[in-house]
């Protein structure tokens, strides 16, 4: 049985000064090209300030690493800048740096696929 350490790291502001938007409840989760769940979870994160979530193996080299930022347009979307990195079990190591538009309470799917596999990030904004 694999164990796992997860850490969490919030680096947004639970009050918010007038004027300022409020944040954003981001749920997520990353997979494999086989569709493995790498990483899940819900965050909030308020906006133009990240907020992170990682995840390392108790023993071995496999970690999971996830950045979310969030900041509002003017048409009332999102652009939501995400910074993966994980290791795998074999010691290869994926860096991504996705950034993408999604409406509050939309799903957005963003893919990075390259030789010998994949990762997805599944998200919804509200």
Do not use: I
Not at 19 to 31: A, D, I, K, N
Not at 39 to 63: D, F, T
Not at 66 to 90: C, I, K, Y
Request: one cysteine or more; a positive charge.
């Amino acid at each position: 049985m694999k164990q796992w350490l997860a850490v969490v790291l919030c680096v947004s502001s639970v009050a918010w000064a007038d004027g300022e938007p409020p944040p954003v409840r981001l749920t997520f989760q990353v997979q494999s090209a086989s569709k493995a769940v790498l990483l899940s979870g819900e965050l909030s994160v308020q906006p133009n300030r990240p907020a992170a979530m990682e995840r390392r193996a108790a023993s071995g080299p496999e970690r999971q690493s996830l950045s979310l930022e969030v900041r509002p347009l003017d048409d009332g979307t999102l652009l939501v800048r995400a910074n993966w990195s994980d290791m795998t079990a074999d010691g290869a190591a994926v860096k991504w740096e996705p950034a993408f538009v999604v409406r509050r309470g939309a799903d957005a799917t963003v893919r990075l696929d390259y030789p010998g596999g994949a990762r997805v990030l599944h998200l919804k904004a509200q």
